[in-house]
């Protein structure tokens, strides 16, 4: 008796618990999913995707979006999940809509996997009022003439679209080189011709995409000049190994010799360091900043030029090529570097091969970089003048003497920067042209 007291005691415990914890998933979960939708912009397009991000505590069990137009609603997308998850993405377009253009109203319902409701679930709606545009936006050049644009150098153009964009600018191969509009309602964009394209296989777009995503776009009429690089031939030895053993241990511990780390450092790490340029310079003021020619360090000569490409032997042997992109100016040991132009401070601190480094931000995608410093004198954030003293020179990061490693970015691409210094490339390439003399 006792036994079976306590099996029927410990079965109403059971029970009591269960409901207990029905009770408390049913009324702690009382509301509906969040959710978010990209591109948020109030249009729609049959071209564009739309992508939905939805959370709930208790999971994600379904979803339904239509379209409302007329009093009637119209689902062009539902979807129930075998498996809810607290996150759950999905993606929907309007290619099968029906829709024409103008003004809708796009509905989204969102249930969740709780026990609120009888079992139901909670169900969040949201009612967004957009408009159907199948119509791509028309760009017209405003250059004079046709961009002139060196290999290894930047060109300018100015250009206006007839309506709101969602993004624009010219495309060469992966990179976008993004147009900035001014107060005129026009937009201007610098973009550049890779030191590393055959001007036979250079093809730069301009294009646009507007607010519903449509797409236009149209090969860009540019004058182009080659020019080859120096070439350079570097022996890797054992003794100079030895020599940068400490400062190579620190910018890749793990490698195993000596010889791999150098390789290491000098391909994989300057690859990902010129990744994270891109990323930098893709944010940038959307005014001009600069004023006139940009300035070299003064009493400097020199070193190493532009895209000249470098051929690493180690016991007669090619163990790497690289391009090195940018100018290297020597002076004295820890000379003062002033700023090259006028600008915003965007990045100070270290970057891998670069070292201490400090980049500028100029406005219109256009940057400069200083790195191997030795000291920073100039904090992130900060306004600087042509010609404000910014930090020194020194050899950190993959530097193996005392200089500067000067370089010019545009839209996170560097380029030449004897065109930047240059005052007459300037006047003819870009105030000239763009209107800003």
């Known amino acids: ?10 079965l109403l415990v059971a029970v009591a618990g269960l409901a207990g914890y029905g009770g408390f998933v049913f009324f702690q979960d009382m509301e509906g999913p969040s959710f978010t939708l990209t591109p948020d912009t109030g249009y729609a397009s049959p071209a ?11 999971g994600v069990r379904s979803v339904v979006v239509s379209v409302r137009k007329s009093n009637s609603s119209i689902p062009i997308f539902e979807k129930t999940f075998k498996e809810p998850q607290q996150e759950q993405q999905v993606s929907f377009s309007f290619k099968n809509s029906g829709l024409r253009d103008g003004a ?27 408009r159907f545009d199948t119509q791509p936006p028309r760009i017209t050049v405003k250059n004079p003439v046709p961009p ?41 964009c610098f973009f550049a011709f890779p030191h590393n394209t055959a001007r036979e ?29 120096r070439q350079d031939v570097i ?43 891109k990323e930098v310079g893709s944010q940038s003021a959307s005014s001009m900043l600069w004023r006139g020619a940009f300035l070299q360090m003064p009493r400097s000569a020199a070193r190493a030029g532009y895209a000249d490409h470098r051929i690493y032997m180690y016991n007669g042997q090619k163990i790497d090529d690289q391009y090195h992109l940018g100018f290297d100016l020597a002076s004295v040991r820890m000379a003062e570097i002033p700023a090259a132009n006028s600008g915003r401070v ?25 790195s191997h410093m030795s000291e920073f004198r100039v904090a992130d954030g900060a306004e600087v003048r042509r010609g404000d003293i910014i930090g020194t020179t020194g050899s950190t990061g ?26 007459k490339w300037l006047r003819d390439n870009v105030t000239g042209p763009l209107g800003m003399n």
């Open 1 to 10: 008796m006792k036994s079976r007291s306590f099996l029927s005691t410990a």
């Open 148 to 188: 002139t644009v060196r290999r290894g150098g930047s060109a300018a153009l100015r250009y206006t679209v007839n309506e709101d964009v969602y993004r624009s600018g010219v495309r060469v191969g992966d990179t976008m080189f993004r147009g900035y509009q001014q107060k005129d309602g026009s937009f201007i």
């Open 104 to 130: 809708f109203d796009l509905e989204i319902k969102v249930t969740d996997a709780s026990l609120a409701g009888f079992g139901l679930g909670n169900t969040r709606t949201r009612i967004i009022p957009m």
């Open 346 to 370: 965007v990045f100070v601190g270290q970057l891998g091969i670069y070292g201490n480094i400090v980049i500028i931000d100029h406005g219109l995608g256009v940057m400069t970089l200083y």
């Open 48 to 58: 564009r995707e739309m992508r939905l991000d939805m959370q709930d505590k208790s």
């Open 235 to 277: 022996t890797i030895t054992d003794d100079f190994l030895q020599k940068v053993g400490i400062k190579m241990m620190e910018l890749a511990p793990n490698a195993k010799t000596p010889l791999e780390r150098y390789v290491l450092i000098n391909r994989d790490l300057r690859a990902a360091n010129v990744k994270y340029l």
């Open 201 to 229: 296989d250079y093809a730069p777009v301009l294009m646009a995409e507007d607010m519903a995503g449509n797409v236009s776009s149209s090969p860009l009429n540019v004058r182009t000049v080659d020019r080859s690089f």
């Open 398 to 423: 993959m530097a193996f003497g005392d200089h500067l490693h000067f370089g010019v970015l545009v839209g996170g691409i560097e380029v030449t920067p004897l065109e930047w210094l240059d005052p």
